[in-house]
């Protein structure tokens, strides 16, 4: 006799549900009430009104910070596609027993806290750290230079922390191009970058455009890295979001910063998001 089963007992929606109520909880809902925080007038939150956004949205200062923060991030991109890109082709064309290796040296970094490399690096670019230490000694300067507290050292170590988010999903994808694709376009009579730009970047793209999206989204938003090597001097959403909220206490104006950090770096995630599909759907 067959045994009467539950209403939509074992389909997909039933298993995601946990998985919703969690989402709904951790997230959807904090979300609903940071928005609701932005809307009031004052610091004590005893009423309501668009007090907080015509401060910030009026203020030309804020949409310069905006831009700056969103700008850094562009920076860490390329910076890590510039590098990155090269070392997949390279782990692409490797033995498996080199790939595994190359393979434990991208995660390996994500083994150690972001704010043990953080420091690490304020040691590499102090001004008596390794890289004024190598510039002094081979002549290039004649005092060290200043790297710590600029948006220069802050890129160059963003672009070490973050490789690992833009090489791990660009390496899963490489490893699945059809070597046999790159010997069609050289007996065609494809030259070697004419290949790398018409087959193998276009069947790379899902992984770049992932890779992009996760660092973007992670050097925009990484507040100790900002902290610690930008220092006061550079001002971003972040610290801004930590001054507002932790040392003046004005939660209101604090949730208005952290929406217009989440809208406009949404934003952008959805341009790199979108190019990603429009370069993976040329490629098909």
């Not at 804020?62 to 070392?87: E, M, N, Q, S, Y």
């Not at 290039?140 to 973050?162: D, K, M, N, W, Y």
């Not at 604090?254 to 490629?283: D, F, H, N, P, Q």
């Amino acid at each position: 006799m067959p045994v009467a089963r539950a209403p939509g007992a074992g389909s997909p929606w039933a298993l995601a549900l946990p998985l919703g109520l969690a989402y709904a909880a951790f997230f959807v809902a904090p979300l609903f009430m940071l928005i609701a925080v932005s809307f009031y007038a004052d610091e004590r939150m005893t009423r309501f009104g668009l007090d907080q956004w015509q401060r910030f949205l009026f203020d030309p200062f804020h949409w310069k910070v905006i831009g700056d923060t969103l700008l850094l991030g562009l920076k860490a991109v390329a910076a890590t596609v510039l590098l990155g890109f090269p070392l997949a082709l390279v782990y692409r064309a490797a033995s498996p027993a080199w790939q595994r290796v190359l393979l434990f040296i991208v995660v390996m970094p994500l083994l150690t806290s972001v704010v043990v490399r953080t420091f690490a690096w304020i040691v590499i670019l102090g001004r008596e750290g390794v890289v004024n230490k190598l510039v002094l000694d081979l002549g290039l300067a004649a005092e060290p230079l200043r790297l710590l507290q600029t948006e220069l050292g802050l890129v160059i170590s963003l672009t070490q922390i973050e490789m690992p988010l833009l090489l791990l999903p660009l390496l899963s994808v490489m490893a699945r191009i059809d070597p046999n694709l790159m010997d069609a376009s050289a007996s065609l009579g494809a030259s070697p970058w004419r290949t790398l730009f018409r087959v193998i970047l276009p069947l790379a793209a899902p992984g770049l455009a992932a890779g992009c999206v996760l660092v973007f989204a992670s050097a925009t938003t990484a507040f100790i890295s900002q902290s610690v090597i930008g220092g006061g001097r550079l001002v971003y959403l972040p610290a801004m979001i930590w001054q507002q909220a932790m040392i003046a206490a004005h939660w209101p104006f604090a949730a208005t910063i952290a929406i217009a950090l989440l809208v406009s770096v949404s934003a952008v995630l959805a341009v790199i998001a979108y190019v990603g599909r429009v370069a993976a759907g040329r490629a098909g």
